[in-house]
C-alpha cells in the first residue's frame, strides 16, 4: 500500500549538484510518524546509509557526504529530497530512498532491515 519512487538522477561532471526526489503514495506521507532516508549502491559494493531525517525532522549524514548533502522533506509534495553538491566520481551510485514506518525517530539509522519500504532506486554518475 505504500509506494517509493525515486527521480532525479543522472550524469553530472565532479564538482556538480544534483537534485533527487522520492515520491511517497499510500499511507505514508512526510507528515507521518516514519523514519525516512537514502541509501546508496555502487556496483559490488553493499548498500549504504547517506542520509536520514526522522520524524522530528532530525538528520543524520554519512561521514563522506557530510557537508554536501541536504535531506529535506516537501510536505506540500510529500517528497523526500536529497540536494547533493560538490559531487565526487565516488558518490556514483544507485540511490534508493527508504522508509522505515512506525519510527518517531532514528535510533540506528543505517540498518537496511529497519526499513520497512524501499523505492526502486535512481542512477547518479559523476564523472571526473
Known amino acids: 500500500q505504500v509506494q517509493l519512487v525515486e527521480s532525479g538522477g543522472g550524469s553530472v561532471q565532479a564538482g556538480g549538484s544534483l537534485s533527487l526526489s522520492c515520491a511517497a503514495s499510500g499511507y505514508i506521507t512526510m507528515t507521518s510518524l516514519s523514519c525516512l532516508a537514502w541509501f546508496r549502491q555502487a556496483p559490488d559494493k553493499e548498500r549504504e546509509g547517506v542520509a536520514a531525517?526522522?520524524?522530528?525532522?532530525?538528520?543524520r549524514y554519512a561521514d563522506s557526504v557530510k557537508g554536501r548533502f541536504t535531506i529535506s522533506k516537501d510536505y506540500g509534495k510529500n517528497t523526500l529530497n536529497l540536494r547533493m553538491n560538490s559531487l565526487k566520481p565516488e558518490d556514483t551510485a544507485m540511490y534508493y530512498c527508504?522508509?522505515?514506518?512506525?519510527?518517531?525517530?532514528?535510533?540506528?539509522?543505517?540498518?537496511?532491515?529497519?526499513?520497512?519500504?524501499w523505492g526502486q532506486g535512481t542512477q547518479v554518475t559523476v564523472s571526473s
Open positions: 527508504a522508509g522505515q514506518f512506525p519510527c518517531s525517530a532514528l535510533t540506528d539509522a543505517w540498518a537496511r532491515k529497519r526499513y520497512n519500504y
Open positions: 531525517i526522522d520524524s522530528t525532522d532530525t538528520t
